[in-house]
């Protein structure tokens, strides 16, 4: 079971996400939050400091999302992009 997300938090990184990598804070909120009626389904690697989030949007885009846990369960996004080949085949199976 992942663990629980209870917000996102943003910095100024949101104007990048989408000029670097085209990913829109709405799209990672699928991601953690769940979408029409779904719950949220991903899952969490952790890298160093860091939190490495594996999910998929409503849309079926495999992200790969990158940031910190703040207090109360909150998560800073400092990034995202799409899922490389192999972050695919590794989140497909189940073994992330």
Not at 24 to 33: D, G, L, R
Not at 46 to 51: E, H, I, K, L, N
Not at 80 to 91: K, L
Request: hydrophobic content about 40%; glycine content about 10%.
């Amino acid at each position: 079971m992942p663990i629980p997300i209870r917000c996102l938090l943003w910095d100024d990184n949101v104007e990048h996400l989408w000029a670097s990598h085209r990913v829109t804070p709405e799209e990672v909120e699928e991601i953690v939050v769940g979408f029409d009626g779904q719950a949220p389904s991903y899952r969490v690697r952790r890298d160093g400091d860091a939190y490495v989030i594996y999910g998929e949007t409503g849309d079926g885009r495999l992200l790969k999302m990158v940031g910190m846990f703040a207090e109360s369960r909150a998560f800073r996004v400092l990034g995202a992009i799409d899922m490389d080949i192999r972050d695919r085949r590794v989140y497909r199976r189940g073994k992330v």
